[in-house]
């Protein structure tokens, strides 16, 4: 998707449109139109995924008034069409996810955000009202682009396509890159590398008009519901309904490929895709994808994935990385990332990522589990001590001493003990090849100490998840690496786990025992996964692989790199350490972020037809 709208009145560029659109055709490559009406214009590249979409267009409207491009997946569609009978709106039997928006936004204007559940981007062009009105999903699975250049707008799902409206410069962000250097992430949510463009955060909407640019949030975590049922079932049976609802959801199709890992996360989410998919007439295809280490780190991924796969009855296919190199495909033509990329080991992931779009277009993940259901108890506990709840603080620390064999849940500490823990903790070096040009401009030292000094989001019983849903919000890119402006291949990544139902109702149970090394999820999975993997603790790697191959003789060269033209702008080349002499794997992994800007800058240049990784 992507537009142009001028409020001066001035005509669209058609050339410039038709060539922003189809540039897209690697991210859709079914079909590529445009809309045009004087001062607005319109361009979408479709993939068609859903049965619905067979015979979509985009763009389209509903009355020749309004018009909409999207790139959207709107769930919980029966209830959502319920709500539009309700307010009068007709046709809603066979309308596209794009149709059902603009239902949407007829029935209530810019608070239709509130009623969608999905992921989404999209713009909608209110003639009548002269209105751009824009908007991006709750945890910014779907990204959005823009550059606002005077009295126009330019925006875009992919952000090399916004590069090539006219008037948009090349130059670059250069608070965002000393970021990158620093921190690997903007801190500005709402800014790219590129100093015109810029990024709409997660759960903001965008309006347009005569009366100026107005950005506004419209959904924020939930802080305070909490649920309680009488029998430990209900919690489960309820929590199998929902997750079964958010798979479904995400399925909408005949043909899927799951990155499965031998963990709890993703395995779950096969099991459930593959009763959904049993469970209707017509036939289907399930593949999983496992990316494994074989000998380079110790890794028993392939083993337990397996497990599931004969359990599941599906075909897998693995991606053995043991033999990748750091940095693998970043100077291959036509592989240049939209933005700076601090992945060195990343070459394995994108080429299981073109094994999984070989077959299929939608892709399911098991992301993030780990957040939404592996929660420290001691937090709760404290808080039912705090609230005077003795009852349910007794049974809860009686149950736990049990489960666990220890009287106390690990990590309570006494006061003297969480300060020594604090005055000990490890705070990561201030990098010394920053260009003293740049630390001063932006004073990034004090940047840098406020960053790492401040006090991470809290909540008394689900901090460590509130913690990570946040940072994803601040973050506001960090799912553009599943997303085709990045992987460059017509592929459409799902995450049912943070479907916002499934979230909301796993934000408000007890953290003890739902909540605690995913209770929940083993409780579900009872006779559906090998007990093997079900019952298999939380096990992260040993040994992390890009250190491994820092290490190999075949990485010697990262530390004699030459300095592509623009670095010294940024890095003083002769400072930095020698990454493969570093005995701090974080320290050494931050001394190679210079090298992932290098390879960006020698790459950069004027948008041009790209080429999948």
Not at 82 to 88: P, T, Y
Not at 372 to 391: I, M, Q, V, W
Not at 426 to 449: I, M
Not at 453 to 459: K, M
Request: contains cysteine.
């Amino acid at each position: 998707m992507c537009g142009i709208v001028n409020l001066d009145g001035a005509p669209i560029e058609r050339q410039a449109l038709d060539e922003m659109t189809n540039f897209m055709a690697f991210r859709g490559p079914d079909a590529q139109e445009t809309w045009v009406d004087r001062a607005a214009g319109f361009g979408h590249a479709m993939l068609r995924t859903t049965p619905e979409s067979a015979n979509e267009r985009q763009p389209c409207s509903l009355d020749g008034k309004a018009w909409i491009t999207a790139d959207a997946r709107i769930d919980a569609q029966g209830e959502l069409k319920k709500k539009l009978a309700g307010k009068g709106r007709r046709a809603l039997e066979a309308a596209t996810d794009a149709q059902l928006i603009l239902h949407a936004y007829h029935a209530w204007g810019e608070d239709c955000v509130k009623h969608l559940i999905g992921d989404f981007a999209f713009a909608i062009w209110d003639g009548p009202q002269e209105r751009l009105f824009c908007a991006r999903d709750h945890f910014g699975v779907k990204p959005f682009f823009y550059a606002h250049l005077g009295q126009r707008i330019a925006f875009s799902n992919t952000l090399d396509c916004v590069r090539r409206c006219p008037g948009v410069r090349a130059t670059l962000n250069d608070l965002a890159i000393a970021d990158f250097l620093l921190f690997d992430m903007n801190q500005d949510p709402g800014t790219t590398a590129f100093a015109d463009i810029r990024r709409l955060p997660p759960a903001q909407c965008m309006t347009w008009s005569a009366a100026g640019l107005r950005l506004k949030c419209y959904w924020t975590l939930p802080v305070d519901a909490q649920i309680h049922y009488r029998a430990a079932g209900d919690y489960v049976a309820h929590f199998q309904e929902l997750l079964g609802v958010a798979v479904a959801d995400r399925l909408r199709t005949r043909n899927v490929a799951i990155s499965m890992s031998g963990g709890l996360d993703s395995p779950s989410i096969a099991v459930t895709a593959k009763m959904l998919l049993a469970g209707q007439p017509q036939p289907f295809e399930l593949r999983a994808h496992t990316l494994v280490y074989d000998s380079l780190i110790p890794d028993r991924e392939r083993y337990f994935s397996e497990m599931v796969a004969q359990k599941l009855a599906i075909p897998i296919r693995y991606c053995v990385a043991d033999d990748y190199r750091l940095y693998e495909q970043f100077e291959r033509p036509g592989a240049s990332f939209p933005e700076p990329f601090h992945e060195p080991e990343g070459a394995a992931t994108f080429d299981l990522f073109r094994a999984q779009s070989s077959h299929c277009r939608v892709l399911l993940t098991g992301w993030d589990g780990d957040a939404l259901l592996n929660e420290s108890p001691k937090p709760y506990f404290r808080a039912l001590l705090k609230g005077r709840d003795y009852g349910r603080l007794l049974s809860g620390t009686i149950r736990y001493a049990i489960s666990q064999r220890r009287l106390v849940p690990s990590g309570i500490r006494t006061p003297f003990e969480q300060r020594r823990a604090s005055a000990g903790r490890d705070v990561p070096s201030y990098p010394q090849w920053l260009v003293p040009a740049l630390e001063k401009q932006f004073a990034l030292r004090s940047r840098w100490e406020q960053v790492n000094s401040a006090q991470p989001v809290s909540h008394p019983i689900r901090p460590y998840a509130h913690r990570i849903f946040s940072y994803l919000t601040k973050v506001s890119n960090f799912f553009d690496r599943y997303d085709a402006g990045v992987t460059r291949l017509p592929l459409e990544t799902r995450h049912p786990m943070i479907d916002l139902r499934l979230l909301e109702f796993s934000l408000s149970l007890p953290p003890f025992p739902w909540c605690v090394k995913k209770e929940i999820l083993r409780r579900a999975m009872e006779g559906l996964l090998p007990e093997p993997v079900r019952l298999r603790p939380k096990t992260p790697l040993a040994i992390l692989p890009g250190l491994e191959m820092l290490r190999r003789d075949d990485a010697q060269w990262v530390d004699r790199f030459v300095a592509a033209p623009g670095l010294d702008s940024y890095v003083d080349r002769k400072k930095i350490p020698a990454a493969r002499k570093s005995d701090d794997p974080e320290e050494a992994w931050t001394n190679l972020r210079p090298l992932s800007l290098n390879f960006w800058l020698s790459n950069l240049q004027s948008p041009r037809q790209p080429s999948a990784r």
